[in-house]
Each structure stands twice: as C-alpha cells, then as structure tokens.
C-alpha cells in the first residue's frame, strides 16, 4: 500500500547509512596500517575501526533484509511502465471512490469514524486523490488504525481498529502495550487484567502474564530482536476469540511490517471484502 513507502525507503536510507560508516572505519584502519608508523597502539585502533566497520555492515543487512520495498526493487523490471504498475499483487484497478462513499460503505460492514472524527481531519495525513484514486478503502483502512496527526493528540479514527507494528518491542511493557491495543479493537478493553511482561533485548525467551476473568495466562514468547513473536501473539488472538465467543474474529489489513486490526464477525468482514477483494484477510480460522 502507499503509506509502507516512507517507512521502507527509511529503511534503505538507514542501510545505506550504516554501510557507509563501515567504509570510513575501514578507511580509517587502512590509513593506520599503511601510515608512517604502526605501534602497539596503531593496531589497537586497527582493530577497533575493524570491529567498528564490522558492526556496521551488520546494521546494514538487518535493515536491508527487513526492507520488504527493496526485496521487491529487485524483482521489477528495469523501465517499469504505468500500466504494468497497475498490475501489481493488491494494487486498485477500479475507477475513483470517493472518499464520503468509502466511509458510507465501511458503516454498514461495522466500520464507523469514531464519534467526533471529521475527513477533514483524515486529510490532514494524506490528499483527497490518494484515498479516491490511489489506494480506495485500503488508505482509509489504515487511517482507520491510527490517530489522528495534530493536536490534541491520541484520538483515533476508528473505535475498533489498531495498527499493529510487529517491530514494536524495546523495553518491559511493550508486549502489554500491544496486548491493550488489540483488546481495545473488541470493545473489552477490560477483559485482560494484571498484565505483564519481562521482555529484555538480547535474552532468548521473555514471559507474557495476564488474567481473564480470574484464570492467570502465561505465554512464552522468543525474542527476535525487536520483532513480536507471531506465535505468541497468535495464542492472545485465539485467547480472546475463545473467551468472547460472539462469532467475531480478528482480521486484518495488510501495512508492510504491521497489520490494521480489526474484530469482526464474518459477514462484516465480507462487506469489507466486497468493496475490495481480500482487503481483510482473517488470522485465524
């Protein structure tokens, strides 16, 4: 979808970065070997800007290799046309929609603007064109999991959406955050309690605690590093899906990295889908 650009030319940029730090810590070691006089303490600093340019060429795989954008670059074709654009995986072949129309279309499958939320304010993010012509009911899908982009701040669009990012751990309380984000897309935002988690960068495991309706869960998620762990995260959705029992599920919009969640029943999801084939597509059946 449109929005991932950004993110994943970011991305590039950032590899890019990385790798060109590691040219001038290599530069910087050949200078020393090659110089005037290479003491004990020259091949001290040989090392270090070795370990230095190492560090950094591996800064740069991980962002290159986490680039879905650039994995993709290399699969086009070199002098790629409009039309042939166009028939890309998921992109919109129909003719405009407008955007009072898509948000119409989206209330009747259960998908409202929250209460007070204007298009005004949905264009504050992105022009009229690119929810109408570019990406229809796919950009506004997204904006449907986020907040609005100026003040005051944390009023979201939609009531039961979240964009979930799966990039999104850095310190304890990250998989807690991400657990309230999901649960308030059902309309429980109460039905998991003493939630906790001891996630910490570099270790292998961490333990994710909550209770529903006094039974305490505990799940053991692997650490990747910042990445959540799509199996722990996949027991929390069959978790709750079991607890709430109301024949809704949970579905989702695909953004890149992340996932615009949604908690629908299946003839909700099915007007959405109708509007734009598998624009939803259901994580657990």
């Known amino acids: 979808m449109i929005r991932d650009g950004l993110s994943e030319v970011w991305r590039a940029l950032a590899a890019l970065a990385w790798l060109v ?12 070997v090659f110089g005037p006089t ?6 001290i600093w040989v090392l270090a800007f070795a370990g230095v340019g190492v560090w950094c060429v591996w800064q740069a795989w991980r962002e290159w290799t986490s680039s879905e954008a650039l994995r993709r670059l290399t699969d086009v074709p070199p002098q790629q046309t409009t039309a042939q654009a166009a028939e890309f995986p998921g ?6 929609v407008p955007l009072e129309t898509q948000i119409e279309k989206l209330s009747e499958a259960g998908l409202s603007l929250a209460p007070g939320r204007t298009i005004d304010e949905l264009l504050i993010s992105y022009p009229r064109a690119e929810f109408e012509e570019g990406d229809p009911y796919g ?5 449907y999991g986020v907040e609005v982009e100026a003040e005051p701040w944390g009023r979201v669009f939609c009531e039961r959406g979240w964009n979930f990012d799966m990039e999104c751990l850095e310190e304890a309380g990250d998989y807690v955050r991400a657990f309230e984000g999901i649960l308030r897309t059902t309309g ?3 039905l998991a309690t003493d939630m906790h988690d001891d996630f910490r960068p570099g270790a292998e495991t961490c ?5 529903i309706r006094g039974r305490t869960r505990v799940l053991t998620a692997r650490i990747d590093h910042d990445w959540a762990d799509p199996e722990a995260m996949g027991a929390f959705f069959r978790d709750i899906e079991g607890e709430l029992a109301d024949g809704r599920h949970f579905w989702a919009a695909d ?6 969640l949604f908690f629908l029943t299946d003839a909700e999801a099915a007007k959405v889908n109708a509007q734009r084939e598998d624009v939803l597509v259901r994580l657990h059946s």
């Open 207 to 211: 333990e994710i605690r909550y209770s």
């Open 21 to 32: 730090g590691a040219a001038v810590a290599g530069l910087c070691a050949v200078r020393i």
């Open 38 to 43: 290479t003491g004990p303490t020259g091949w």
């Open 91 to 96: 992109a919109w072949k129909g003719g405009p």
């Open 139 to 143: 950009l506004i899908l997204f904006m």
């Open 188 to 190: 429980h935002p109460e």
């Open 255 to 260: 953004n890149g990295q992340s996932s615009v």
